[in-house]
């Protein structure tokens, strides 16, 4: 490459797609990336960004992405609400052994669990720093209850 040259290069366009970027470099075409946790997105949030596919992408649609309430999400919102200070750190640590005894529990004990950790949930966001985030957290638990 000549140093005196303008050369064009870059990524046009990325997207997300089925746990994977794709990216449109000027210079070498596509790129598929994969995301790999950090100090700034965690291996939780990585697998629920996982949980929502498509059966195809074209970007102009702009396909609403909705992750299914499962553990993994409720833990990647604990991650959210953790990284940000959003809640009390005893409180997310509680959360989460409360989260991980219940999803070895199984039928009326799991059922009984979850409801009773959305109740405090519920509670909790009335004086945490991300009431809203806590609330969101609570629905993904009270979802998985049903």
């Known amino acids: 490459m000549d140093s005196t040259k303008l050369e064009i290069a870059g990524s046009w366009s990325a997207y997300w797609y089925n746990g994977y970027i794709y990216s449109t470099e ?3 075409g596509l790129d598929v990336l994969e995301l790999r946790p950090s100090a700034l997105l965690t291996q939780n949030e990585i ?3 996982k949980l929502v596919t498509f059966a195809y992408q074209n970007v102009q649609d702009q396909q ?3 992750w ?3 553990f993994v999400v409720a833990a990647a919102y604990l991650d959210q609400l953790d990284r940000a ?3 009390a750190a005893d409180r997310i640590t509680a959360v989460r052994t409360a989260l991980a005894s ?3 529990a199984g039928g009326a004990s799991r059922r009984s669990a979850l409801n009773t950790l959305a109740t405090q949930l519920d509670r909790d966001a009335a004086g945490a720093a ?3 985030k806590v609330r969101v957290v609570a629905g993904v638990v009270r979802e998985l209850a049903r």
Do not use: K, N, Q
Request: hydrophobic fraction near 45%.
């Open 64 to 66: 609403r992405a909705t």
């Open 47 to 49: 697998d629920a960004a």
């Open 85 to 87: 200070h959003g809640l």
């Open 102 to 104: 219940a999803e070895r």
């Open 26 to 28: 000027i210079m070498r």
């Open 68 to 70: 299914p309430a499962s």
């Open 130 to 132: 991300d009431g809203a």
